[in-house]
């Protein structure tokens, strides 16, 4: 019920007029004087985009100058669904009655649009029939209604976005498992229903983006293989998506922007790669498809996130300790070195230096040293705060650093956009985390890596 109140509040009330780019009659014996919408289901959002009065006979006219985008539609009675259908086309008629909504439905005008309503009549009649069978005929019943679905998507194919919508509800059918599976049995079936997981969706269709479908699936998706899968094979994955879209399309846009968000602000180590290679190859050397804001934006995170991903060598701070000497990363021998860039002030750098104190013998008998860097400075008071900081905090066995010249860049050298920026790098300064883990996740990959040198 929450959901149709908030869709009001997306309402574009379109202008009547003899000249109008869209037009839809309804009409809905049974249903009079009442305001109704016409809805966009994007996603879990739910847009009202017109809206029309119905007269005495359930007569309905949506009528206005600009074309709908096309897609999934919802007719909405104040705050509730009457039926759903597609906007395929911008002039097209629906006729049914209140009583039998999808059973007396007629459409002219949209042949994609008159499709679905034949999938929604049968399956809805498919359906009572499952539901009021007795439990043994039932099998039998719904394998007939998965053979009808498969027989739509045959008989209107690819183009309709009728078909299109059954394909992406329809499940892949993986190869049935062995009489007595192993565990390799079963990673071989999940690893075929991940690389066949877009087979039964039409990227190709720019429409689909504008249903309620599209986004859940992307989005299932992306966050099934963002663990298990390297970035190598994330990257190839993320290519075969978006290179299945439409080169200058909204569809590609969108696809791209579901990917981004995912890989921006991944919690996994080292995934951030994956952003950064789809903005440089879909965006930044494609920039006549968005807007300029949009690129410069994505650019400067590409710009700061490269220089500090996994593999690369972080940057020399060169800084003064406590005495006012100086004291730089790369003077620091050891064969790993934990680097947090933190302001003395922040709660979270507070909390994370006494974790540090408390597990530094862990972390040392590792072979780590820990490098200090307050990346607040400027005024006196923040040097103040600094020394008062690892004398409150107890950190002065960690190697400590200020910025006395005011000459680093942490924003855009470090990549420091919240504090404490936190790397693991090793003896030739190579980055192996690039983010704040628990101690004991350092400890595991410094055993990790030890291993990797070992073989």
Request: hydrophobic fraction near 35%.
């Amino acid at each position: 019920m929450k959901k149709w109140m908030l869709c009001l509040l997306f309402l574009g009330i379109l202008c009547e007029t003899s000249m109008a780019q869209h037009r839809i009659d309804i009409e809905v014996k049974g249903l009079r004087d009442s305001t109704f919408f016409l809805v966009n289901a994007f996603e879990k959002s739910y847009l009202a985009l017109d809206t029309a009065k119905a007269d005495a006979d359930g007569k309905i006219l949506f009528q206005g100058t600009k074309d709908l985008p096309l897609g999934f539609y919802i007719l909405v009675q104040g705050n509730q669904r009457v039926f759903d259908f597609l906007v395929t086309t911008q002039h097209f008629s629906i006729k049914t009655n209140k009583a039998d909504l999808y059973g007396k439905m007629e459409i002219e005008g949209s042949e994609e649009s008159r499709q679905f309503a034949e999938f929604l009549r049968t399956v809805n009649e498919k359906g009572a029939k499952i539901q009021n069978a007795p439990a043994t005929e039932r099998p039998k019943l719904i394998a007939d209604m998965d053979a009808y679905k498969k027989a739509f998507v045959q008989k209107y194919g690819k183009e309709s976005l009728a078909s299109n919508i059954v394909r992406i509800n329809t499940e892949i059918e993986a190869p049935p498992y062995p009489a007595k599976p192993t565990v390799e049995d079963t990673i071989k079936h999940n690893d075929f229903l991940l690389k066949h997981y877009f087979d039964n969706v039409a990227l190709e269709d720019e429409r689909m983006m504008r249903t309620p479908f599209l986004g859940p699936v992307l989005e299932n998706y992306l966050k099934t293989v963002e663990g298990p899968y390297s970035p190598d094979t994330l990257i190839q994955i993320t290519d075969r998506l978006l290179d299945r879209t439409p080169p200058k399309s909204d569809q590609r846009k969108y696809v791209f922007s579901k990917i981004a968000q995912k890989f921006l602000t991944t919690e996994f180590l080292g995934k951030e790669v994956v952003y950064t290679h789809v903005a440089e190859k879909y965006m930044i050397r494609n920039a006549a498809l968005w807007d300029s804001a949009t690129v410069v934006r994505n650019f400067e995170y590409v710009y700061r996130m490269k220089k500090v991903l996994i593999g690369n060598t972080l940057k020399d701070l060169i800084m003064t300790d406590t005495l006012g000497r100086p004291v730089s990363l790369y003077q620091t021998k050891s064969k790993y070195i934990l680097v947090m860039i933190y302001d003395p002030n922040c709660h979270h750098c507070q909390e994370t230096t006494k974790k540090l104190v408390e597990d530094y013998p862990k972390l040392q008998a590792k072979g780590v040293k820990i490098f200090m860097a307050c990346g607040v400075r400027g005024q006196e008071k923040d040097k103040k705060d600094w020394k008062k900081f690892i004398k409150d905090f107890k950190a002065q066995k960690f190697i400590h650093g200020y910025d006395n010249n005011v000459s680093i860049d942490f924003t855009n050298e470090y990549n420091t956009q919240t504090y404490p920026n936190v790397f693991l790098v090793d003896s030739t300064y190579k980055i192996l985390a690039n983010k704040k883990l628990e101690t004991e996740q350092y400890l595991r990959l410094i055993d990790a890596e030890e291993k990797k040198r070992k073989k």
